[in-house]
């Protein structure tokens, strides 16, 4: 490195880098957004020169500080920081391809696509949610593993965007009462969003909104970076969770728009870059960072490299035992599931158990939680209905993480963005729950955790009518069809309690797709009543039970409605009609099975009907144009459940009609 070149570097001239960086990559593409990042420079330069912990080196240093840009809008702000700094998974053509098809700088950070991005982000109001989550894990770890291995912060830029979102409270809320102190929050403070002045739809005193939350609050010039360095110095003493609002110009350095939301999410135009570029006495071609200036982010970004040093030394130093669980917890290896499994399976099998599935699930997690450590399970003031919460397990406490299960409060949204953050920031596996109905509260995070490809998993209890008396608003009819939708996202309904432990074990084991359990209120028979070598609920929907004779019917059913199948099966069989009972606790999981398993297991040739307390859509995959469905229409209705199945028609009755009439 030139000592002396890199003396004459300011670190305004570092911050005018990103600036150039980014209008200059929005001009290319000819779409993006420029303001925030030139407006943000000055901040994120002193963060990522005087007090982030990273080792662009090292991106997956389990230690790290994980710095989340909630704004992802400004997703140039993070690609020029991480090419400034050195990562080798942005180069310089990556930036000038940004926002095309295979650039790792996509219109929004997408997580998995370059190395420091810590997090996709996008829609406003994730990022903050999903840090907060960072920051829990960071406190659960370090409680298991010791503030010598597990010591960092997370750090957030958030817009006045993200902060208006509904999910921004939750997200708040929950981290104030935590006490997550090592959270602090960059707020761009600067009044603009795209239809112009934030006085146009918000008046609120956000600092004040924050502090009621149990948070400090701080504020700086944003554009003075020795007043945002006083300020982060201060932030990290806190023993509360810290918004900084950071009072900045969008588009900081364009000299005609500069202020206003016309900088927002536009390309500059040739004659304004020319001006910011006079403006701000940047004189390189674009995509050109001139040596000292490069030279002086780089040694900025090798800072790290002795603290990462130091840091494998103090892994090295750990207890042989410890450190082998902190690893194979950072590996995401759970060597004891599939045997604790098996043997609880083998329990179920010696005795039954008649029990709902959401029970059945409880059960499971008294296992699974003894033989996976890295579980934290949780629940949105659903404890006792959601059944998350197995024997012994402890609660995270404000300040006290020593736990592995939390009360996330009535913040579903909040909560699943949570789960997210905690699967991210690696070491633990989480899961939890609410009602099945109020996915559509969590689909957003949800949404992300399969298209980030996270382990999550969403416990979704009273699954259907089933739940009876709560009534319509709470008995899901869409939400099969709604979840199943979704790519990269396992959507299993089992049957009975061996399916239960199945699914749950699947669930774990997928280490890169997110699942939804949907489980009854109700208690249901236990219908896998012999041992069987294989996950069966692995294979999405396999033969339950065998026609007596040639098959002419085939049933299809999940969850809840398997009973009522094998019941109709029992009235079809006595009157000489050969059935089948397929069960169908995942499509997902059915569609990556094999073709010839596929078509064996549907039956050709078969009259089929399936029956699910849920709408059709999607079950013409098993049952074709002309089979039959038993299932819902319309919203359901207030009654207790032995009424409503009756009055809905979901019964063995109806579903053996069905099968007669298509003989
Ligand atoms: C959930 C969601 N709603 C809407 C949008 C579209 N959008 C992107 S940026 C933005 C305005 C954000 O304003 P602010 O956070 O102040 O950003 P700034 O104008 O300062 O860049 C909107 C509405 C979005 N990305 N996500």
Same mark, same amino acid.
């Given at each position: 490195m030139n000592e002396t070149a890199v003396q004459m570097v300011t670190s305004r001239d570092m911050a005018n880098a990103i600036r150039a960086l980014s209008m200059d990559a929005v001009q290319a593409a000819n779409s993006g957004h420029p303001g925030m990042p030139m407006g943000m420079a000055d901040v994120a330069t002193v963060l990522f020169t005087q007090f982030l912990k990273y080792d662009p080196k090292h991106p997956d240093w389990a230690d790290r500080d994980r710095f989340v840009l909630s704004a992802g809008h400004g997703s140039m702000l993070l690609y020029s920081l991480l090419h400034l700094t050195g990562y080798d998974s942005i180069s310089m053509d990556d930036i000038r391809n940004f926002r095309q098809l295979g650039s790792p700088c996509a219109g929004h950070p997408e997580f998995g696509h370059a190395a420091g991005i810590e997090t996709t982000t996008g829609p406003l109001g994730q990022g903050i949610a999903t840090a907060v989550g960072m920051a829990l894990a960071e406190r659960l770890l370090a409680a298991r593993y010791g503030d010598a291995v597990v010591d960092h912060h997370t750090w957030v830029i958030a817009g006045d965007g993200c902060l208006m979102e509904g999910i921004s409270q939750e997200a708040i809320s929950l981290a104030g009462h935590l006490k997550l102190n090592k959270l602090i929050v960059l707020w761009d403070d600067n009044k603009i969003t795209i239809d112009g002045p934030v006085d146009l739809s918000s008046s609120e005193d956000q600092a004040a909104r924050f502090r009621a939350a149990g948070w400090n609050t701080l504020e700086a010039d944003g554009h003075d970076q020795n007043a945002v360095a006083d300020a982060i110095r201060k932030a990290k003493a806190s023993d509360k969770p810290v918004l900084i609002a950071c009072r900045t110009i969008?588009?900081?350095?364009?000299?005609?728009?500069?202020?206003?939301?016309?900088?927002?999410?536009? *390309?500059?135009?040739?004659? #304004?870059?020319?001006? *910011?570029?006079? =403006?701000? &006495?940047?004189?390189?071609p674009a995509f050109e960072i001139p040596a000292d200036i490069l030279s002086a982010w780089r040694s900025a970004g090798a800072q790290g490299a002795s603290a990462y040093q130091a840091w494998q030394g103090r892994v090295s130093a750990?207890?042989?035992?410890?450190?082998a669980a902190f690893e194979q917890g950072q590996r995401g290896e759970l060597p004891n599931l599939d045997a604790a499994i098996k043997d609880y399976i083998a329990s179920l099998i010696a005795k039954p158990a008649n029990v709902a599935t959401r029970k059945a699930s409880e059960m499971a997690l008294d296992v699974i939680n003894a033989a996976v450590p890295e579980t934290i399970g949780g629940s949105a003031d659903l404890t006792g209905s959601n059944n998350t919460k197995s024997k012994g397990q402890g609660v995270v406490k404000p300040g006290d993480f020593a736990g592995s299960f939390i009360h996330y409060g009535i913040r579903e949204h909040g909560m699943a963005a949570a789960m997210n953050g905690i699967a991210l920031h690696g070491g633990l596996i989480p899961y939890s729950g609410t009602f099945m109905v109020f996915t559509d509260y969590c689909r957003p995070a949800i949404r992300l955790s399969a298209l980030m490809a996270l382990r999550v998993i969403y416990v979704m209890t009273h699954d259907s009518i089933g739940l009876?008396?709560?009534?319509?608003? =709470?008995?899901?009819? #869409? =939400?099969?069809?709604?979840?199943?939708?979704?790519?990269?996202?396992? %959507?299993?309904?089992?049957?009975?309690?061996?399916?239960?432990? #199945?699914?749950?074990? %699947?669930?774990?084991?997928?280490? =890169?797709?997110?699942?939804?359990?949907?489980?009854?209120?109700?208690?249901?028979?236990?219908?896998?009543?012999?041992?069987?070598? +294989?996950?069966?609920?692995?294979?999405?929907?396999?033969?339950l039970i065998p026609a007596d004779g040639t098959a002419k019917v085939t049933l299809f059913a999940t969850g809840s409605e398997v009973a009522i199948a094998a019941d109709a099966r029992t009235a079809l069989q006595a009157e000489g009609i050969p059935?089948?009972?397929?069960?169908?606790?995942? @499509? +997902?999981?059915?569609?990556?099975?094999?073709?010839?398993?596929?078509?064996?297991?549907?039956?050709? &040739?078969?009259?089929?009907?399936?029956? #699910?307390?849920? %709408?059709?859509?999607?079950? +013409?995959?098993?049952?074709?144009?002309?089979?039959? @469905?038993?299932?819902?229409?319309?919203?359901?209705?207030?009654?207790?459940?032995?009424?409503?199945?009756?009055?809905?028609?979901?019964?063995?009755?109806?579903?053996?009609?069905?099968?007669?009439?298509?003989?």
């Open positions: 969008i588009g900081y350095g364009a000299p005609n728009v500069q202020g206003t939301s016309a900088v927002h999410g536009a *390309a500059l135009g040739d004659k #304004e870059v020319a001006a *910011a570029r006079e =403006h701000m &006495g940047w004189t390189s750990m207890d042989a035992a410890k450190r009876g008396e709560d009534g319509p608003t =709470h008995q899901p009819v #869409e =939400h099969l069809a709604a979840l199943r939708a979704m790519p990269n996202l396992d %959507v299993m309904r089992p049957a009975d309690a061996v399916e239960t432990a #199945e699914c749950w074990q %699947v669930a774990l084991e997928s280490a =890169h797709t997110p699942s939804i359990l949907a489980l009854s209120r109700q208690n249901l028979p236990q219908l896998r009543l012999t041992n069987s070598a +294989e996950n069966l609920c692995a294979r999405g929907a396999y033969e059935t089948r009972v397929v069960s169908v606790p995942s @499509f +997902e999981l059915f569609e990556r099975q094999t073709p010839a398993y596929q078509k064996q297991v549907l039956g050709d &040739g078969t009259a089929r009907v399936a029956v #699910e307390a849920g %709408v059709r859509q999607g079950w +013409e995959r098993f049952i074709g144009t002309d089979g039959g @469905f038993v299932g819902m229409s319309t919203f359901g209705a207030s009654a207790p459940i032995k009424a409503l199945y009756e009055h809905f028609g979901i019964t063995a009755e109806r579903v053996a009609a069905e099968a007669k009439a298509r003989l």
